[in-house]
C-alpha cells in the first residue's frame, strides 16, 4: 500500500520565507530557510517543497541553491519560475530531488514530455493553481494572478498523458487560512488522474491531513499551521496512525 507523505512548503521571496495568504504573499516573514529547514530534519517531515516566488531566478544560484539542499536529510521539491530545461539541468545538479512547475506548462506544454523523457516523470511535478468561480474549477497561473483558458479536467489528463509524476493540487482560495484544504477539489482530482495528488492550500490540523485522505490525497503540504501553531510533522504522523492511515513510521519525539 502507498504511504502517504507528510510535505511542508517553503516560500522564498528572494530574501526571507514568506507566510502565503489566498497567494498575497503576506510581508509577514517566516524565518531563514536553513534554520526551519534544520528544524523540518529534527521532526519527521517527509518531503520538502521549496518555492521560490520572487521570480528573479532565470539564471539558478547554485551556491544559494546547495546551501539549501546540503543541510536537507529528505527528498527536496524546487520550483517556482522555472521555465527551462537548463534551469532544471542546474537545480538537479545542485541536489535538487524533484522539479515542480507551474505556469509554463500553459505557455509550453511540450516541457513536461522534454523534462520528463529526461529526468524520468518520477522527478517532475506539476503544480496546479485552482479558483472555484460560479461553481466550477478555474486554473491560474503566474502566483495564481492570470486565470487560463484551460478546464481543469483537461489540463490534468494532459499532464499526466505528457508524462507528470505527480499532481500538486493548490485551493487559491483557501490558501494560509487554515481552515482546511477544498475536499471537493482532492476527491475530484484523485478521480480523474491515476499518479499521486498532493492536497495544497489550506492546512491548519492534523483532521485537514484525514480528511484530505479520506478525498483520495496521497501527501499533504502545509506552511502556515508549522510555521505558526505548533503542530509537526511527527505530531501529524501519530495522529494519522491512530487513524490507521499508512504513513512513514519514525515517530521523532519533538
Same mark, same amino acid.
Given at each position: 500500500?502507498?504511504?502517504?507523505?507528510?510535505?511542508? =512548503?517553503?516560500?522564498?521571496?528572494?530574501?526571507?520565507?514568506?507566510?502565503?495568504?489566498?497567494?498575497? #504573499?503576506?510581508?509577514?516573514?517566516?524565518?531563514?530557510?536553513?534554520?526551519?529547514?534544520?528544524?523540518? #530534519?529534527?521532526?519527521?517531515?517527509?518531503?520538502?517543497?521549496?518555492?521560490?516566488?520572487?521570480?528573479?531566478?532565470?539564471?539558478?544560484?547554485?551556491? @544559494?541553491?546547495?546551501?539549501?539542499?546540503?543541510?536537507?536529510?529528505?527528498?527536496?521539491?524546487?520550483?517556482?519560475?522555472?521555465? =527551462?530545461?537548463?534551469?532544471?539541468?542546474?537545480?538537479?545538479?545542485?541536489?535538487?530531488?524533484?522539479?515542480?512547475?507551474?505556469?509554463?506548462?500553459?505557455?509550453?506544454? $511540450?516541457?513536461?514530455?522534454?523534462?520528463?523523457?529526461?529526468?524520468?516523470?518520477?522527478?517532475?511535478?506539476?503544480?496546479?493553481?485552482?479558483?472555484?468561480?460560479?461553481?466550477?474549477?478555474?486554473?491560474?497561473?503566474?502566483?495564481?494572478?492570470?486565470?487560463?483558458?484551460?478546464?481543469?479536467?483537461?489540463?490534468?489528463?494532459?499532464?499526466?498523458?505528457?508524462?507528470?509524476?505527480?499532481?500538486?493540487?493548490?485551493?487559491?482560495? $483557501?490558501?494560509?487560512?487554515?481552515?482546511?484544504?477544498?475536499?471537493?477539489?482532492?476527491?475530484? =482530482?484523485?478521480?480523474?488522474?491515476?499518479?499521486?495528488?498532493?492536497?495544497?492550500?489550506?492546512?491548519?490540523?492534523?483532521?485537514?491531513?484525514?480528511?484530505?485522505?479520506?478525498?483520495?490525497?496521497?501527501? @499533504?503540504?502545509?506552511?502556515?499551521?508549522?510555521? @505558526? =501553531?505548533?503542530?509537526?510533522?511527527?505530531?501529524?504522523?501519530?495522529?494519522?496512525?491512530?487513524?490507521?492511515?499508512?504513513?512513514?513510521? $519514525? @515517530?521523532?519525539?519533538?
Amino acid at each position: 500500500m502507498l504511504k502517504v507523505r507528510i510535505i511542508t =512548503t517553503m516560500l522564498w521571496n528572494g530574501s526571507t520565507l514568506v507566510k502565503g495568504n489566498k497567494f498575497e #504573499n503576506e510581508k509577514r516573514a517566516a524565518g531563514s530557510p536553513l534554520t526551519t529547514i534544520n528544524i523540518y #530534519n529534527s521532526r519527521d517531515v517527509d518531503e520538502i517543497f521549496f518555492f521560490d516566488i520572487s521570480r528573479n531566478n532565470k539564471i539558478i544560484d547554485r551556491d @544559494f541553491i546547495l546551501s539549501i539542499t546540503d543541510c536537507v536529510s529528505v527528498p527536496i521539491t524546487i520550483g517556482g519560475g522555472i521555465e =527551462t530545461i537548463s534551469q532544471m539541468d542546474d537545480l538537479f545538479a545542485c541536489g535538487a530531488d524533484k522539479i515542480a512547475i507551474n505556469s509554463i506548462v500553459f505557455k509550453e506544454p $511540450n516541457i513536461i514530455n522534454e523534462a520528463s523523457k529526461r529526468f524520468g516523470s518520477q522527478a517532475i511535478t506539476i503544480s496546479i493553481d485552482v479558483k472555484k468561480i460560479n461553481g466550477k474549477y478555474v486554473c491560474y497561473y503566474n502566483l495564481g494572478k492570470i486565470s487560463s483558458e484551460k478546464e481543469l479536467k483537461d489540463l490534468l489528463i494532459e499532464c499526466v498523458d505528457r508524462g507528470a509524476g505527480e499532481i500538486v493540487i493548490n485551493c487559491i482560495d $483557501n490558501d494560509g487560512l487554515m481552515k482546511g484544504y477544498d475536499n471537493e477539489l482532492i476527491k475530484l =482530482t484523485s478521480s480523474l488522474v491515476n499518479v499521486p495528488i498532493i492536497a495544497s492550500g489550506g492546512a491548519g490540523n492534523y483532521e485537514h491531513f484525514y480528511e484530505a485522505y479520506k478525498n483520495g490525497a496521497d501527501a @499533504f503540504a502545509a506552511a502556515s499551521m508549522y510555521h @505558526f =501553531t505548533e503542530h509537526t510533522p511527527a505530531k501529524a504522523k501519530k495522529y494519522l496512525s491512530k487513524k490507521e492511515v499508512p504513513i512513514r513510521e $519514525n @515517530f521523532i519525539i519533538d
